[in-house]
T-cell receptor
Framework: QKEVEQDPGPLSVPEGAIVSLNCTYS??????FMWYRQYSRKGPELLMY????GNKEDGRFTAQVDKSSKYISLFIRDSQPSDSATYLC??????????FGEGTQLTVNP | SQTIHQWPATLVQPVGSPLSLECTVE??????LYWYRQAAGRGLQLLFY??????ISSEVPQNLSASRPQDRQFILSSKKLLLSDSGFYLC????????????FGDGTRLSIL
């Protein structure tokens, strides 16, 4: 069983939709949680970084962490075609090495 | 601000040829450095990481090696490339202290013919 599970998609939505991306994990020692956005032929770009359970908002993006359920989510409001990318969740204990999900491919159609 | 550079962006090499990919970080000191490989449509596979000059940890036995000759320079090498070495290679850095996010370069797309 993988430590981090992420639905690979692909996920296709119309412009303006609310997008929900999710990851589950099995290691209760994970303390820090990240979401990365990766455009085609580019490196992953850090989008959100959270520590505690609850919500963190940044513009159209909201990261949600539920440590009791071992579940994290990324919500994208008013999605745009420029949001089309692969989204990777990542998490880490108190060390430096991250554990990544496989990534979800998102397409936002104009 | 910190930046990370990887080159080349694209590389086509014949089977059996050597390889050298370079990664440099600017704007910080003593970063942790990482090499990943990403297969098409797949997640990130950690290949090597380094916490300091000359300190390399290998995650997966393979045809590749890594070196860190300077504080902010990380090199991925091979003496003889295999077809299975094709992929997208990413370098990343973060600061020590635990729990820090990693920051990635734009990768090298390696094709072996």
């Amino acid at each position: 069983q993988k430590e981090v599970e992420q639905d690979p998609g692909p996920l296709s939505v119309p412009e303006g939709a609310i997008v929900s991306l999710n990851c589950t994990y099995s290691n209760s020692a994970f303390q820090y949680f990240m979401w990365y956005r990766q455009y085609s032929r580019k490196g992953p770009e850090l989008l959100m970084y959270t520590y505690s359970s609850g919500n963190k908002e940044d513009g159209r993006f909201t990261a949600q962490v539920d440590k009791s359920s071992k579940y994290i989510s990324l919500f994208i409001r008013d999605s745009q075609p420029s949001d089309s990318a692969t989204y990777l969740c990542a998490m880490v204990t108190s060390g430096s090495r991250l554990t990544f999900g496989e990534g979800t491919q998102l397409t936002v159609n104009p | 601000s910190q930046t990370i550079h990887q080159w080349p962006a694209t590389l086509v090499q014949p089977v059996g040829s050597p390889l050298s990919l370079e990664c440099t970080v600017e704007g910080t000191s003593n970063p942790n450095l990482y090499w990943y490989r990403q297969a098409a449509g797949r997640g990130l596979q950690l290949l090597f990481y380094s916490v300091g000059i000359g300190q390399i940890s290998s995650e997966v036995p393979q045809n590749l090696s890594a070196s860190r000759p300077q504080d902010r320079q990380f090199i991925l090498s091979s003496k003889k490339l295999l077809l299975s070495d094709s992929g997208f290679y990413l370098c990343a850095w973060n600061m020590g202290g635990g729990g820090q996010p990693q920051h990635f370069g734009d990768g090298t797309r390696l094709s072996i013919l």
